[in-house]
Structure formats: structure tokens, C-alpha cells
């Protein structure tokens, strides 16, 4: 009996590992992963608020919409090169629609301010959605009407067709979480501190929310 039992178990175990191997032999679900860009003012701050979102896999803080090839922050700080800040969002769409992220958006900005947001003036910090395709373009231009109704005011953020992407300096990403020290105006502080004071000072969720109210989804983030 001892040897049968032994004997079942050997082979069991041997079923259960070629199961097992077998299972994990199989390809990955595929997933479904998209790109978008918007400008949103500070790329630190949409930065900050999308990579909260679930479903989004990275957020990539860089340049669009301008002229010149492979801009620097210096170059962009100009106002000359036709730059937004902007952000690249990666993300799975079998999780978060493109629509939704569009939602997220347009209530996480000032999409009535033409000049800029919020304490950032100038072309470099306006809003944009840019779209590659038609169903991205229509899916933009229902956002766009169905958060000017929520609101009761015009929109003024536009849809741009997408340009080449510029990945910003390393020093840029993630900045809203750095541990690296920077002089600021309050002193040296930590870049994540420097980021919480920066948005504070800048009157962001300030703004988001008198605008929004509880529909603005990171006032609070």
C-alpha cells in the first residue's frame, strides 16, 4: 500500500508540474495599448495626476506641437518654438477608454484660459488635445461638447493633429516624486517638496476645483 500510494503521488506531482509548465508555457494575454498626448500646462503636475490613474502604464513628460526638431526646455521656455508641454500617456485600453482619459482631462485643467494655466503664461503652457486618427479626433470633439455643457462655458482648448513627441530632460520625469535637492525660492528642498509648493503657490487645484468642483478628478491629488 505505502508504494502505491507513493507511486500516485510521484505521478501526480509529475501531472501537476507538466500542467503547471504547460500553463505558463502559453502566451500572455494581449493587451490592448495605446498612446495619447494632451498639454495641460505644467507636464509635472498632468504628469503627477495621470500615472494615479488606473490603467495608465507610464506618463512621459516631453514637447509637441512646434517647429523645431529635438527642442530643449530652454529652447521651448522661449515661447518661440510653437511648443506645448505636453504629455505622452501610455496606457491599456481594455482597462481605461480614450474617451475617459479624455474626461479626466479636460476637468483637470482650465479649458476656458486661452493664455496659459493657471500662474504659467504663455503658448508653452496652453491646453491641447492631439489626436492621430478620426475616431480620436470625434471622440475629442464629443469630450469637448459634453464637458462645455457640464460646465456652462466655452471651451477654448483645441484639437490639434498629433506631432512628433519630444521626450523632456531626464530631470523632468517624475519630477512630482524626486528626492534630488533644488534651491527654491522658500530654500533648498527636495524635489518632491519644491513640486508641492510650486503647485500650491501656482493655485492649481484652486482654480480646478472652482471650476469643477467635485467633478474635478485630482484637485485633491
Not at 86 to 98: H, K
Not at 147 to 172: K, M, N, W
Not at 176 to 183: C, D, F, P, Q
Amino acid at each position: 500500500m505505502f508504494i502505491k500510494i507513493e507511486t500516485f503521488k510521484t505521478a501526480a506531482l509529475a501531472v501537476a508540474i507538466f500542467v503547471g509548465a504547460a500553463l505558463t508555457s502559453q502566451p500572455a494575454q494581449a493587451r490592448d495599448i495605446q498612446r495619447m498626448a494632451v498639454a495641460g500646462g505644467c507636464f509635472w503636475c498632468v504628469e503627477s495626476d495621470f500615472e494615479s490613474v488606473r490603467g495608465v502604464r507610464e506618463v512621459v513628460s516631453g514637447y509637441t506641437g512646434g517647429t523645431l526638431a529635438n527642442p530643449t526646455y530652454d529652447d521651448v521656455k522661449t515661447q518661440r518654438t510653437g511648443h506645448y508641454e505636453a504629455v505622452e500617456i501610455t496606457y491599456d485600453a481594455d482597462q481605461i477608454s480614450y474617451r475617459q482619459l479624455l474626461d479626466l482631462f479636460l476637468r483637470s485643467v482650465d479649458p476656458t484660459d486661452a493664455g496659459g494655466q493657471f500662474c504659467d503664461r504663455g503658448s508653452s503652457y496652453r491646453t491641447a488635445i492631439f489626436v492621430s486618427t478620426q475616431a480620436q479626433e470625434a471622440a475629442a470633439r464629443a469630450a469637448i461638447a459634453d464637458a462645455q455643457s457640464a460646465l456652462g462655458q466655452r471651451i477654448v482648448t483645441p484639437i490639434l493633429a498629433a506631432a512628433p513627441f519630444y521626450e523632456a530632460e531626464a530631470y523632468h520625469q517624475n519630477y512630482y516624486r524626486g528626492t534630488s535637492v533644488v534651491l527654491t525660492r522658500r530654500g533648498p528642498k527636495t524635489q518632491a517638496n519644491a513640486y508641492a509648493f510650486y503647485r500650491e503657490a501656482c493655485g492649481r487645484d484652486q482654480r480646478v476645483r472652482q471650476l469643477w468642483g467635485d467633478a474635478a478628478p485630482f484637485a485633491r491629488h
